[in-house]
């Protein structure tokens, strides 16, 4: 986590106008944008929001009333891993909140900081209660950076949190190595990064229907060819 | 009893893409529609398939399509809702996930029937990877021709952008979808008009979430008849039911409506060892809970709605004996409040003093004649809720207060004269009962 942020560079500028130009109506980019500012950025900057308002032939405070709503969007540094521990209901009754706390003890923070960086730490880590992160299947789900790791506990939190200040390299349990929350924003705002082909196609707890179904020879009725014949 | 056709390659070697999807005969539908049929053909094989709204609200898919104007000269516009937040729901991201080409496959066929040239996918934020297998998923289908200038030869032209939201649940409100998607904050509209009518860009637009486009492309290929051979008489084909919490097989059952919850945890090996089923949702946390004696409903729009729930997503959260009711009551309501965008008084105000109330009543420090009465200031708050907003978010939120003290009010009660909450929240987690956690 630094304080010192760099200025938008004439690169950021133009994939900021790149954005704008994909939408019939150039705002309806903003929120792209603000993603990509956030990855360029690391939060959303004062200079981000008047970037953003050029763009779009917009005033300051209509951008930031928009920065302001949505909960990604970070006035405030977070660490190079991002971590969410859900505590919705689903969650917070099968651990989420014993795996909260026990998190927010081991580094030391409340909600929505970052941890302390130690001598030796490779990264840094910030924590944060979310909302239900659609994989109540997986419960009790953590996010980092916004890839899923699935079916937690207090242990495996704390030493999912160890490793990544460790800079141990570590993959979300449905997808590829974690990137940096910088890298995550930038996805985000459309620029893909090419780990698409990573992680599995699904989850053990997606394919669990369909397993039961293959066992048990079931499936939908037969329709003869695909020309939309009626079925028997 | 189960009939997967959404979920049917999620276990294919690479299923996300072109290749896997073309391989199990993906896009022959789009090939079919674009030589076969005229946009208005399509919308009646959706039309009489009976296919309706899988996002919650169970609306007839071809009729909302049918209500777009096609002699307005304004360009028209298909966006889908992929904005998947409400509690307990999470089939969309899967199938995202595992074949974003079904998605693609039938927002080309949708876009085709409402004669839009422009779709948008509209994901939440929150899913990185599903983002990523998205925005590859459609750079692969402009590549192969499904998207474009002139598809296939056809003449329609089709652009498709992924568009990924910034944390916010309540734009998965249609209408606040809208005003998110033009780049202002998440808040709902009122209507009329209707998105129909004036929506992105005050243009006529369909909004329709993940799964209904996603069965699209299954309708066109094996005709109305046969997916309304699957289903009950007004809830017909099938769908993908999630099953979370303390059962043995939480995962995706993806079965025809009407299939009971007793049915599906038969086939996931019911609930977890030693344990009985207390309450449940049967699509979210915005739907009524219901409890045991709902075990034999089948889980389609009528039967649902009878017993004053809403089918809703097919979320069934799923909680057993060990579960504090009144908590996971004040934690659903706690995320309203955090999530009402602000715009309507009775919503903003009304959900703060439902925490309020919820949380005295844990905490339990009230006389029972003092708690009765507290009981009844909640039911009188939920009262001054319901129905007096733009959007259905506060009418979500009284949802599991009002059933719940239907259905479990000794046990409000038994938090007053100053005991606190009864249970042990260590019981309830997922690794209660196994010692490797100290």
């Not at chain 2, 939440?124 to 289908?141: K, M, P, Y």
């Not at chain 2, 769908?239 to 009407?258: D, N, R």
Request: charged share 20%; with cysteine.
């Amino acid at each position: 986590m630094t304080e010192t942020t760099a200025s938008l560079d004439a690169k950021t500028i133009d994939e900021l106008k790149q954005i704008a130009a994909r939408y019939p109506q150039a705002r309806s980019g903003l929120l792209p944008m603000l993603h990509l500012v956030q990855s360029a950025q690391g939060r959303i900057t004062p200079e981000g929001i008047d970037a953003c308002a050029e763009v779009l032939g917009l005033s300051a405070a209509e951008v930031s009333g928009v920065a302001t709503f949505y909960t990604m969007y970070k006035r405030r540094p977070v660490g190079d891993f991002h971590v969410g521990v859900c505590t919705n209901t689903l969650c917070a009754v099968m651990g989420g909140d014993q795996i909260f706390e026990r998190v927010k003890q081991h580094l030391g923070v409340g909600n929505d900081e970052t941890a302390e960086r130690r001598d030796g730490d490779a990264a840094t880590v910030s924590v944060e209660h979310i909302e239900c992160n659609a994989a109540c299947d997986y419960a009790p789900v953590m996010m980092v950076n916004w890839e899923f790791m699935d079916n937690q506990t207090p242990e495996s939190a704390v030493q999912l949190v160890d490793d990544l200040r460790a800079g141990t390299p570590v993959s979300s349990t449905r997808g590829p190595k974690l990137c940096s929350w910088r890298e995550a924003e930038r996805v985000l705002a459309g620029f893909e990064d090419g780990l698409a082909d990573e992680g599995p196609a699904a989850g053990p707890a997606s394919l669990v229907g369909l397993e039961i179904a293959r066992e048990k020879n079931w499936s939908a009725p037969a329709t003869g060819e695909a020309e939309g014949q009626r079925s028997e | 009893m189960l009939t997967p056709v959404l979920t049917e390659n999620w276990d294919a070697e690479r299923s996300w893409t072109l290749a896997s999807y073309e391989q199990g005969g993906g896009y022959g539908a789009l090939r079919k529609a674009l030589a076969e049929l005229q946009p208005d053909d399509v919308i009646t094989m959706v039309k009489d398939s009976g296919l309706r709204g899988r996002g919650g609200a169970g609306f007839p898919t071809g009729m909302k399509w049918s209500f777009i104007p096609q002699d307005l000269p304004k360009p028209k516009y298909l966006v889908v809702n992929a904005d998947e937040s409400e509690p307990g729901t999470c089939k969309d991201i899967p199938l995202m996930m595992a074949s974003p080409h079904t998605l693609v496959e039938g927002v080309i066929l949708s876009s085709y029937a409402i004669r839009a040239n422009h779709a948008f996918i509209y994901v939440r934020g929150e899913v990185l990877h599903v983002v990523r297998r998205l925005q590859q998923a459609v750079r692969e289908a402009y590549a192969a021709g499904h998207l474009g200038k002139g598809i296939h030869g056809s003449g329609y032209d089709l652009e498709l952008v992924v568009h990924a939201g910034a944390g916010a649940y309540i734009c998965g409100e249609e209408t606040a979808l809208l005003d998110s998607l033009e780049g202002r904050r998440g808040q709902p509209r009122l209507r009329p008009p209707f998105p129909a009518v004036a929506g992105l860009y005050a243009s006529p637009t369909v909004v329709n979430n993940v799964e209904s486009i996603a069965s699209v492309p299954s309708i066109v290929a094996h005709g109305a008849d046969w997916f309304s051979s699957m289903g009950t008489e007004k809830s017909k084909g099938y769908v993908i039911y999630s099953l979370s919490g303390h059962v043995k097989k939480p995962g995706q059952y993806e079965a025809p409506l009407g299939i009971t919850l007793r049915e599906l945890l038969d086939l996931g090996g019911g609930m977890r060892e030693g344990h009985e089923l207390k309450f449940w949702t049967p699509g979210g946390s915005s739907t009524p809970l219901l409890t045991h004696e709902h075990l034999d409903m089948p889980l389609d729009y009528e039967a649902v709605g009878a017993a004053g729930s809403m089918l809703g997503t097919r979320a069934l959260q799923i909680f057993d004996e060990t579960t504090c009711v009144v908590r996971a009551v004040l934690r659903w309501t706690e995320f309203y409040k955090h999530e009402s965008c602000g715009k309507c008084t009775p919503c903003r105000e009304g959900t703060w003093w439902l925490v309020q109330s919820l949380t005295r009543l844990e905490r339990g420090d009230l006389t029972r004649a003092e708690g009765e009465q507290m009981l009844d200031l909640l039911l009188d708050q939920c009262d001054h809720i319901l129905g007096r907003s733009f959007c259905a978010l506060g009418d979500g939120a009284t949802s599991s207060v009002t059933s719940s003290i239907q259905y479990f009010r000794d046990e409000y009660l038994s938090h007053l004269d100053g005991g606190g909450c009864p249970f042990d929240p260590a019981a309830s987690t997922a690794w209660a009962g196994q010692e490797v956690h100290q």
